[in-house]
């Protein structure tokens, strides 16, 4: 599976919009875009999934380029309830499928 | 969305003894679900995928005799810690998908693991 590499971590305010970046340069063609956050001492969370075209969601926007070697997840509206670790992951078919590679993801901090 | 429920939530053990955690899907069935780790400010690392009626996939590195998993029906697996020891402790994460929905995982709260 492709390598991703994300901030460490981000400020946000709350009631604005919270835009998180993933590079995966390396990415192939059948290789899908994942997003998930991590909430302290809880099980992951899904939010959204992508391959080429831009995504929209009850919980986000994931914005895709072009040539696909990077990403950005958009939180519209952030809450204090958005403050958590978010992983961006790429994974492929085949045998692989479903298994997913966690990074050190972005520490996203909304304050008030 | 779909909810996976782990039990216990945390367990105490001792040094030498076995304990067993559950992962069961409520609302949907999953042929396939999968065991992470996470140690304390480390990201989740995948131990194994679990398969329904057939043996479990284990990650490289990763002791099969050690962390038996038993994944019995389409919703339940069961990861067996075997003669835990301190370097065990950890928090133990399952996961797993609704059939054909493989791109949506859910995730169980997880089991706060302590071996003393």
């Known amino acids: 599976d492709a390598k991703t590499t994300q901030p460490t971590s981000m400020d946000c305010a709350e009631g604005r919009a919270a835009n998180l970046p993933c590079n995966h340069s390396?990415?192939?063609?059948?290789?899908?875009v994942y997003w998930y956050r991590q909430i302290h001492s809880q099980g992951p969370q899904y939010i959204i999934h992508g391959l080429k075209n831009n995504e929209t969601n009850e919980m986000a926007s994931l914005i895709i380029t072009e040539d696909r070697k990077s990403s950005t997840l958009i939180l519209p509206h952030a809450t204090l309830r958005d403050t958590a670790v978010y992983y961006c992951?790429?994974?492929?078919?085949?045998?692989?499928?479903?298994?997913?590679?966690f990074g050190q993801g972005t520490i996203l901090t909304v304050h008030p | 969305g779909a909810v996976v429920s782990q039990h216990p939530s945390w367990v105490i053990c001792k040094s030498g003894t076995s304990v067993k955690i559950e992962c069961r899907s409520l609302d949907f069935q999953a042929t396939t679900m999968f065991w992470y780790r996470q140690f304390p400010k480390q990201s989740l690392m995948l131990m194994a995928t679990s398969n329904e009626g057939s043996k479990a996939t284990y990650e490289q590195g990763v002791e099969k005799d050690k962390f038996l998993i038993n994944h019995a029906s389409l919703t339940l697996s069961t990861l067996t810690v075997t003669s835990a020891h301190p370097e065990d402790s950890s928090f133990y994460i399952c996961s797993a998908y609704p059939n054909g929905r493989v791109y949506e995982q859910y995730f169980g709260p997880g089991t706060r693991l302590t071996v003393t």
């Open positions: 390396t990415i192939s063609g059948n290789e899908y």
């Open positions: 992951i790429v994974g492929a078919g085949g045998t692989s499928y479903g298994k997913l590679t």
